[in-house]
């Protein structure tokens, strides 16, 4: 079955401990993101990635990394989370061959509280 | 001006009417445009895809373009009280790279 997978599914943490969600997609996908949803603000991007080793900042980057060594995994790395990072984090991915195959797909999306 | 324009909502129908949902977005080189419907605390789920100016009909669902007015919507014909959701309109920039920007969405309600 085509998806994209994340993990963990919900994470609560406190302030300051590093921590990674991993994202994984099996559609041999060029296009790689990473959004954040919080209430009235919608869908805001965070990074992205057009392949392996390319990656460029979003709208919202500051306190995150990411990295793609292989082209199936995109991994979020919060490296010293705060509480404004309390959010519901998607991960999507799509074909980037050509104008209309860039349809996104999401990943089921991590809840993640920072205390 | 917000780059994606969304009625928040919620917007309220009867079982069986049409919705009518409006979406409007400031850059002119947006090229693709999407529609998810998102589920309270769910991931979006895509709906419909346009590119060109017109119509585009899938099922229960029409999408329409008018790139002129940079204006793009989606009706929801016979509507389910399980299309109650939130919609989220996505236009897509593919010049070098590829930008989406997502509307904030508008919230559905189909009345049994």
């Known amino acids: 079955e085509a998806q994209v997978t994340q993990n963990p599914r919900y994470l609560i943490t406190v302030t300051g401990k590093k921590l990674t969600v991993t994202c994984s997609q099996n559609m041999n996908h060029e296009y790689m993101s990473w959004y954040r949803q919080d209430p009235g603000l919608g869908l805001r991007q965070i990074y992205y990635s057009m392949n392996v080793e390319v990656t460029d900042k979003g709208d919202v980057p500051e306190g995150y990394k990411v990295s793609r060594k292989e082209k199936r995994n995109f991994p979020l790395i919060l490296e010293s989370p705060s509480p404004n990072q309390t959010s519901l984090y998607f991960c999507a991915s799509s074909s980037g061959l050509s104008r209309e195959y860039n349809e996104q797909f999401f990943g089921p999306g991590t809840r993640l509280t920072v205390l | 001006q917000k780059e994606v324009e969304q009625n928040s909502g919620p917007l309220s129908v009867p079982e069986g009417a049409i919705a009518s949902l409006n979406c409007t977005y400031s850059d002119r080189g947006s090229q693709s445009f999407f529609w998810y419907r998102q589920y309270s605390g769910k991931s979006p789920e895509l709906i419909m895809s346009?590119?060109?100016?017109g119509d585009k009909e899938d099922g229960r669902f029409t999408a329409q373009l008018n790139k002129a007015s940079q204006y793009v919507s989606l009706l929801i014909r016979d509507s389910q009280p399980s299309d109650s959701a939130t919609y989220l309109c996505a236009p897509c920039t593919t010049s070098g790279t590829y930008k989406y920007i997502f509307g904030t969405g508008t919230r559905l309600k189909v009345l049994a």
């Open positions: 346009i590119y060109s100016n």
